[in-house]
C-alpha cells in the first residue's frame, strides 16, 4: 500500500514566522506536489517536482518554496507565514512509469491544518 | 486556459435516491480522468479512474462515470446513494503527457438519511 505522511495534522504558527511542512512518500514516485485547499476553492497547484533537487512552479507559488533533496521527501516552506496562507495543505506523490499498477495516479496524504495568526 | 468544471457546487440527495454529478474539461488532446472522493475527516482517494478503452468505468462503492469525449464530460453515476456516501467530490484531469492533475473545485454531497 502505498503511503504518503505529512509531519503534522495541525499547526499553528504566528505571522512573519517560518514553517516548514513535511511530506514522506514510502513507493519510490518520482513525481511529488503540494497543493492548498480551501472551501469552494478546490485544490490548487503549490509547486510539484519530477525528481530529486528538481521542481516546478504550480499555479500559486507565490509566498512558498520547496526542497527536494530525496526521493521519499518533499518539502513546502513558508518563508514569511501570512493569514491568507492558513488552510488545508495536501501532499501527493505519482510515478510517470507506464505499465506500473497506479500509474499516473495520485496519491494523497492526510494533510496539514495549518492556522496563521 | 486548461480547466476542470464541476457545474454541481453542493448536492442534497435522499437515500436510494440515484445519483450523477457533472464535469467537463476544456483540452483538445488526450487526457486521463480521475474522480477522487474525500469523507469527512479522511484523505483524498481514488474513485476511480479512465485512461483508455471502455469509456464506461467502474470504480469502488457502486461508482461509475462515462468518458463522452465529444462532450468534453466525464460524469460520476451511482443508482442508488447510501447515508455512507456523504463526502466531497472532485474530478481531475491530466491533460497532455503532463503528470499534473488539474482538479475540479470539489462537489459536496450530502445523503439524507
Known amino acids: 500500500d502505498v503511503k504518503v505522511t505529512q509531519s503534522s495534522r495541525y499547526l499553528v504558527k504566528r505571522t512573519g514566522e517560518k514553517v516548514f511542512l513535511e511530506c514522506v512518500q514510502d513507493?519510490?514516485?518520482?513525481?511529488m506536489f503540494w497543493y492548498r485547499q480551501d472551501p469552494g476553492l478546490g485544490l490548487r497547484l503549490i509547486y510539484f517536482?519530477?525528481?530529486?533537487?528538481?521542481?516546478e512552479k504550480g499555479d500559486i507559488p507565490e509566498g512558498y518554496s520547496v526542497s527536494r533533496e530525496k526521493k521519499e521527501r518533499f518539502s513546502l516552506i513558508l518563508e514569511s507565514a501570512s493569514t491568507n496562507q492558513t488552510s488545508m495543505y495536501l501532499c501527493?506523490?505519482?510515478?510517470?512509469?507506464?505499465?506500473?499498477?497506479?500509474?499516473?495516479?495520485?496519491?494523497f496524504g492526510p494533510g496539514t491544518r495549518l492556522t496563521v495568526t | 486556459a486548461q480547466s476542470v468544471s464541476q457545474h454541481n457546487h453542493h448536492v442534497i440527495l435522499s437515500e436510494a435516491a440515484s445519483l450523477e454529478l457533472g464535469c467537463n474539461y476544456s483540452y483538445g488532446g488526450t487526457v486521463n480522468l480521475f474522480w477522487y472522493v474525500q469523507y469527512p475527516g479522511q484523505h483524498l482517494q481514488l474513485l476511480l479512474k479512465?485512461?483508455?478503452?471502455?469509456?464506461l468505468v467502474k470504480g469502488i462503492k457502486g461508482f461509475e462515470a462515462e468518458f463522452i469525449k465529444s462532450k468534453f464530460s466525464f460524469n460520476l453515476r451511482k443508482p442508488s446513494v447510501q447515508w455512507s456516501d456523504t463526502a466531497e467530490y472532485f474530478c481531475a484531469v491530466i491533460m497532455g503527457r503532463d503528470d499534473k492533475i488539474i482538479f475540479g473545485k470539489g462537489t459536496r454531497l450530502h445523503i439524507l438519511p
Open positions: 513507493m519510490d514516485h518520482e513525481n
Open positions: 479512465y485512461f483508455s478503452g471502455d469509456p
Open positions: 517536482s519530477y525528481d530529486v533537487k528538481m521542481k
Open positions: 501527493a506523490s505519482s510515478s510517470s512509469r507506464s505499465g506500473l499498477a497506479g500509474a499516473h495516479e495520485q496519491y
